[in-house]
């Protein structure tokens, strides 16, 4: 059973993908699950990567590469991370196919 939760992990994608400002990412992914995460502790992390994702009109070029949201600077996130954090704050529900 484990073997096919870690298979299922690594096949979640983020499909569609909105900045809700200053810092917030409206996400669906490929599971049916959609929600809003608020990215405000994120950007407050130390980090060469993160830095840049502080400034506002930065982060708002967020765009999806590959079913991740990614920024002009190279950071990315994980798809299955972002789902599981969503999920801890109740930030998911399930959507209609």
């Not at 809700?20 to 502790?41: E, I, K, M, W, Y």
């Not at 994120?42 to 967020?62: C, N, Q, T, Y």
Request: net charge negative.
């Amino acid at each position: 059973m484990r073997r096919n939760e870690l298979r299922v992990s690594m096949l979640t994608k983020v499909t569609d993908l909105e900045v809700v400002a200053p810092f917030g990412l409206r996400v669906r992914f490929n599971t049916g699950q959609a929600g809003t995460h608020d990215c405000s502790s994120l950007v407050r992390e130390p980090g060469p990567m993160i830095e840049p994702l502080r400034d506002a009109s930065f982060f708002a070029r967020a765009f999806l590469e590959f079913g991740a949201p990614t920024w002009p600077n190279g950071f990315d996130m994980s798809p299955e991370w972002l789902r599981r954090e969503m999920l801890a704050a109740g930030e998911l529900s399930s959507t209609a196919a």
